[in-house]
């Protein structure tokens, strides 16, 4: 969450309560018109901490996005048959394992891409891995064999990518939000990372 942003959500809300404060003290003295000019203020710095606040939270979990960022390095263990064994590790230094099936292992991400006046807010380029799954080759096997699909990003309330999709008065801010995609064959014991740069996911070996 970009230091600044939550300033300006602290600073709006604030205001918003002076104002407030500032608006009934004018009713309580009957001076209507004052008031209402005040209230006014104190809805519109109301209205703005309330849109910082669910970018903050909708933007949760979300990492800085460059150039080209690592954004897991991936160990696969093949299991029996056409199972296998997903070992990730984050930047952060967590890591989880997930058993899949299939011939290829898919990884995919959300996107959000600023406009550049938002950049002056904090919220520059940024990326979400959002879910890890097995992949056929057969569409017949993709179709009717064993699906695996498990979630990568956080759990939270709001998304920014979701509320972006359904609400248009957001489009002031994002310049381009889409989801990228990879997948790798599964052919044996392998270790690759998984990249982000702003034009998608890339897949390569570990130390290349």
């Known amino acids: 969450m970009p230091d600044l942003l939550f300033l300006l959500m602290i600073c ?9 404060i500032l608006a009934f003290a004018a009713i309580g003295k009957r001076k ?7 209230l006014m203020v104190a809805l519109l710095c109301l209205a703005l ?24 390095v991936v160990r696969v263990e093949p299991l029996e048959g056409k199972v296998f064994l997903a070992h990730f590790e984050f930047p952060d230094g967590k890591k989880a394992s997930f058993r899949l099936a299939g011939d290829a292992i898919y990884v995919d991400a959300h996107v959000l891409k600023w406009k ?13 891995l959002d879910r890890v799954a097995g992949r056929y080759r057969d569409i017949d096997e993709e179709v009717n ?3 695996t699909v498990f979630l990568l990003s956080e759990k939270k309330p709001l998304n920014m990518f979701h509320l972006r999709k359904n609400y248009r008065f957001l489009e002031p801010l994002l310049d381009a939000e889409y989801g990228s995609a990879v997948f790798v064959d599964v052919t044996g014991p392998s270790q690759f990372e998984i990249k982000v740069s702003t034009t998608g ?5 570990s130390g290349s």
């Open 201 to 205: 996911l890339l897949a390569r070996p």
């Open 145 to 147: 064999a064993l699906r």
């Open 116 to 128: 550049p006046w938002a950049n002056v807010l904090g919220l520059h380029a940024s990326y979400e």
């Open 32 to 38: 209507f018109i004052g008031s209402a000019g005040v």
């Open 49 to 72: 901490t309330a849109l910082l606040g669910t970018i903050t939270v909708a933007t949760k979990g979300y990492l800085a996005l460059t150039h080209e960022e690592t954004a897991a």
């Open 12 to 20: 709006f809300g604030l205001s918003s309560l002076v104002f407030l």
